[in-house]
Every structure is written in structure tokens, then in C-alpha cells.
């Protein structure tokens, strides 16, 4: 919405940072619960790797990767380069991952629960 403030960055206490992002139910419509998420968790590709700046130890993702998954969570093109030909990097945001990694769990979940009955069943079946 034009105007409005959209996000914020703001001291959270005495030694930290909060980014909030406008979540307000009244800017959105069409909410519904979001499903398939399993499956894009397990489309997902983290690795690890060394800094090419200094050879220091990473872990994440790699971004124009990520993309082809949650292209919320990237911002900037794939082998972009400035006008010097230097890297043009892409970023990521991993905050938009948080709601996938949450509904992942929330189904998860749901097939440990009806594993647990199916196996609570057939151990009355079968006695112990």
C-alpha cells in the first residue's frame, strides 16, 4: 500500500537488532494454509564451503540454488557482473525460509502421528 510503512529496523533491547516486515493479517487476502512443504525442504541444497575473501568456513546456500526453490528468499540475477565486470553478488534472505521449514515440521510431524497409531494398532494385533 502506497505510503505505508512496510518494515522496520529497530534496537531490540540494549544489544541486538530487530527487522521486522509487515505482517498484518489486514494487508493480505487469500490466506490459506500452505502445503508442500516437505517437499520443497527436501529440494533444497545446503552446503558448506570457504570464503574466497578470506579461506574462513561457510555454511548456507548457494543462492541462484536457493532460487530455483524459494525465489523469495533471492534477490539479484544469476551471474550479474557491474559495469568493471566485477561480481554483481546475489543475496539471500533466509527469514523466508522460516515459514517452509515450519510447515516441513507441522507435516512431519503429522506422519510421525500416524505412524505411531498405525504401530499402536498393530501391536494390539499382534500382542506383545
Known sequence: YAGENIGTITQNGTTAVAYNTSSDYRLKHDIAPM????????????VTYKWNADNSDGEG???????????????????????????????????????????????????VDAQ???????KTKVGP
Open 61 to 111: 546456500f548457494i543462492a541462484h540454488e536457493l532460487a530455483e526453490v524459494c525465489p523469495d528468499a533471492v534477490t539479484g540475477e544469476k551471474d550479474a557482473v557491474w559495469e568493471d565486470g566485477s561480481v554483481k553478488p546475489q543475496s539471500i534472505d533466509t527469514s523466508f525460509l522460516v515459514a517452509t521449514l515450519t510447515a516441513a515440521i507441522q507435516e512431519l510431524k503429522a506422519i
Open 116 to 122: 505411531a497409531t498405525e504401530i499402536a494398532e498393530l
Open 35 to 46: 502445503t508442500g512443504a516437505l517437499a520443497k525442504v527436501t529440494a533444497l541444497k545446503p
